[in-house]
């Protein structure tokens, strides 16, 4: 899933009272019993929680935009049908994660407006740009292939509302996937100029994709913290091997070149071998100097703001419904 | 800020024959919305053919912390369970 730039507060040093709950929490982990909401939990773990399911969240949603802008452009009824149900999906799975996020207390619209205002972080790679058709088979391949392979795992967290709202969106995951890449296998077996566009969709989004998983184990401070507590069961780089693993023969598959002159397989580990990643560019685009972040900011924000009539409005009829319900009971 | 419609709780009934059972929660500005809501947040795939929608604000729920002092009791009637009695082996259909 998307939330590479998570910092994690450290859990602090607990007088002697709270030694035991701790013990008492870390045990019913150990023995891979679930948490549920109005269970006790260290207010670190409450708060790791809250950030990454929220920048989930928020992943998802932000991760409409850039395919939304191709609904109407789509080649085909067909492509544009499934084109919409994807983007649906999208935004259902911002829904069921803030309301798990809400589980531990805090107000989506909290959360949202975090996000509005520029404070909450989401995936770096919905910072690129869809320059063409190819881009949309290229995110349904590798962009929801990377998310699946961060996900699947997820299943099994810890905390109860998380993993039974992983659970509901790695079942739905499979079919953007394989909707991208039978996008790219009609184009890699199309004309020459959209093998072309296909090759140039892979070019562009075979980096930014590997840093979806986030930093390498050796720069991420706060597995390990989240490895203890189930959060998280595989390291960064564990999960980006993975992807690696199973995407390059696909991409062979379609006859396309991996951008990575480095790559090779190793035959006596039994994986790839790839090439340095640029982090200067990951941290930039997570920082805000992305080629997209104003944009779709600047959208979100517009999409708040255009909405903001129709939530009053029913908020007002709700209102008055109840006012003459009311009215009736007492006459 | 928080200007969020209120909390509902979603159960969905998968199949005839099943139970409704929880599914996740949304916000809505009434239960009319709610339910509108959870159909499109909730059974996009035909996951349900019945939908319940419970204010959250409504629900009435039993403290972890005392769920010794809820659920302990019944840890010692063994005899509750059918194990407890011991009957012969030749005698059948029982
Ligand atoms: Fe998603
Ligand atoms: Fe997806």
Not at chain 1, 27 to 52: C, V
Not at chain 2, 80 to 92: D, G, N, S
Request: proline fraction near 5%.
């Amino acid at each position: 899933m998307y939330t590479q730039a998570l910092d994690a507060p450290q859990p602090p040093s607990a007088p002697t009272d709270e030694r035991e709950r701790l013990e008492r929490f870390q045990a019913r982990i150990d023995a891979d019993e679930k948490i549920e909401p109005k269970d006790w939990m260290p207010e670190a773990y409450r708060q790791t929680l809250i950030r990454q399911i929220a920048q989930h969240a928020h992943s998802e949603i932000v991760g409409m935009l850039p395919e939304g802008n191709w609904i109407t452009r789509a080649p085909s009824l067909r492509r544009k049908s499934v084109l919409i149900a994807k983007v649906q999906d999208e935004g259902g799975h911002g829904m069921y994660l803030y309301s798990a996020a809400e589980t531990l207390g805090v107000a989506r619209g909290e959360l949202v407006a975090q996000l509005l205002i520029g404070r909450a972080k989401y995936s770096s790679i919905f910072n690129y740009p869809t320059l063409t058709w190819a881009d949309i088979g290229t995110i349904g391949w590798l962009v929801d292939g990377a998310a699946i392979m961060n996900q699947i795992p997820l299943c099994r967290c810890s905390y109860g509302p998380y993993a039974r709202a992983m659970v509901r969106i790695c079942k739905e995951e499979s079919f953007h996937q394989r909707q991208g890449y039978e996008i790219m296998l009609t184009l890699a077996g199309g004309s020459a100029e959209q093998r072309a566009m296909a090759q140039d969709a892979l070019n562009r989004w075979w980096w930014p994709s590997l840093m979806m998983f986030g930093p390498s184990d050796t720069d991420s401070k706060h597995t390990a913290q989240s490895m203890r507590w189930k959060i998280k069961r595989f390291t960064n780089d564990e999960l980006r091997q993975r992807f690696i693993d199973a995407t390059v023969p696909q991409a062979e598959y379609l006859g396309l070149m991996v951008p990575d002159p480095e790559l090779r397989w190793d035959e006596t580990t039994g994986h790839y071998v790839h090439g340095p990643i640029d982090w200067s560019e990951f941290h930039a685009v997570l920082k805000g100097d992305g080629p997209c972040n104003r944009e779709r900011l600047a959208a979100r924000r517009a999409a708040h703001e255009a909405g903001r009539w129709v939530r009053e409005a029913a908020a007002a009829y709700a209102e008055k419904q109840a006012a003459s319900a009311r009215d009736a009971q007492a006459g | 800020m928080n200007e969020d419609w209120m909390l509902y709780e979603v159960f969905i009934r998968a199949r005839s024959g099943l139970e409704h059972k929880h599914v996740g929660s949304l916000h809505a500005a009434d239960a009319r919305m709610a339910l509108e809501h959870a159909r499109d947040t909730y059974t996009r795939r035909q996951e349900g053919v019945s939908i319940w929608v419970v204010r959250s604000s409504e629900i009435l729920a039993s403290d972890p912390a005392e769920a010794d002092a809820l659920f302990e009791p019944a840890r010692d009637k063994v005899y509750r369970h059918p194990t407890f009695y011991a009957i012969p082996e030749e005698v059948k259909n029982l």
